[in-house]
């Protein structure tokens, strides 16, 4: 099991009716990225999840498990205040 503690942008795909919910992680050097992708996916059927749109900044722990991927504890990041 991988797990990261991770920045990202929430996203969606749309297949037909369905929108399928993920965050987008900020990968700065690929080489030293664990995971296949910087795409993982969020149950938005979860109360707690719904509240996130496409476009939040996020931070979020990344898991690998057993090949599966998710994110996990999401939570918004508030934009800088000047």
Do not use: C
């Amino acid at each position: 099991m991988i797990k990261l503690d991770a920045t990202g942008t929430i996203d969606f795909l749309k297949d037909g009716r369905r929108k399928y919910y993920f965050v987008r992680a900020d990968v700065k050097d690929w080489k030293t990225w664990p995971f296949p992708s910087d795409a993982f996916p969020i149950h938005r059927g979860k109360s707690r999840n719904k509240k996130f749109k496409e476009g939040d900044r996020v931070a979020f722990q990344a898991v690998e498990k057993n090949g599966d991927i998710k994110a996990w504890k999401i939570s918004l990041l508030w934009p800088e205040s000047d």
